[in-house]
């Protein structure tokens, strides 16, 4: 079965720099989640998009934004990098949110910042 | 503010054992909670969707169950064997809103 496509799934970058993570949902997914989990941490959601509207927004950082486009994939764009912002970014998609979906996870990008 | 405790952090039983890990949570008024296993540097793979209004869901050698009024989960793992050993993570949904709330997991080893 199709799952959730991320990309890349290693990125380096130096700090004040920008980055575009991708997500590709499951085929008639219309919601798609974020989430960062930092080295040892649980996953904190950072927002999420429900047929390319934003549905919720947890801590994401001010220098973070994110879309979803008429296909569905959704891409989280990242400036000013910090050291901070090492971690392994979640991409999750369902089917509706508020569906009693289960959400599905990515492979995830795993993001360093030297 | 919901918060997600999962007791124990770590857990090593020999292959053959029965288990169960315990998940908490210190609001009720949850939607649904969702069980997952995390593979070292991997993502997350869903295995157990509970709904608020269900006691228990089951898929092959896994069982979960809810009790909402406690704020508990558990998740019971029969016939444990090596390819089990990941780590485990519950979390739960509000009403209102679609993000999870994560435990920090349980750390699962089964020994051959």
């Known amino acids: 079965a199709a799952g959730v496509i991320q990309s890349p799934r290693h990125l380096i970058k130096e700090k004040r720099e920008t980055a575009t993570l991708k997500c590709y949902p499951i085929?008639?997914?219309?919601?798609v989640y974020w989430y960062q989990q930092g080295p040892g941490q649980d996953p904190q959601f950072l927002i999420s998009?429900?047929?390319?509207?934003?549905?919720d927004k947890g801590s994401i950082p001010d220098r973070f934004s994110a879309q979803q486009f008429s296909d569905y994939h959704s891409e989280l764009n990242m400036s000013s990098l910090e050291l901070g912002d090492s971690a392994l970014y979640f991409c999750?998609?369902?089917?509706?949110?508020?569906?009693?979906?289960?959400?599905?996870f990515g492979d995830g990008t795993r993001l360093s910042i030297l | 503010k919901q918060e997600v405790t999962q007791i124990p952090a770590a857990l090593s039983v020999p292959e053959g054992e029965n288990l169960v890990l315990n998940c908490s949570f210190t609001?009720?008024?949850?939607?649904?909670l969702q069980w997952f296993r995390q593979d070292p540097g991997k993502g997350l793979t869903s295995l157990l969707l509970?709904?608020?209004?269900?006691r228990e869901q089951t898929s092959g050698r896994l069982n979960a169950s809810l009790d909402k009024s406690s704020g508990r989960s558990t998740l019971y793992i029969a016939a444990s064997q090596p390819g089990d050993s990941a780590t485990y993570l519950c979390?739960?949904?509000?009403?209102?809103?679609?993000?999870?709330?994560f435990g920090k997991g349980t750390k699962l080893t089964v020994n051959p």
């Open positions: 085929p008639r997914h219309d919601t």
């Open positions: 509970i709904q608020s209004s269900q």
């Open positions: 999750a998609s369902s089917l509706s949110p508020l569906s009693n979906q289960p959400q599905h």
């Open positions: 609001d009720s008024a949850i939607y649904n």
């Open positions: 979390a739960v949904t509000q009403g209102g809103s679609e993000k999870l709330v």
């Open positions: 998009f429900y047929e390319k509207m934003q549905s």
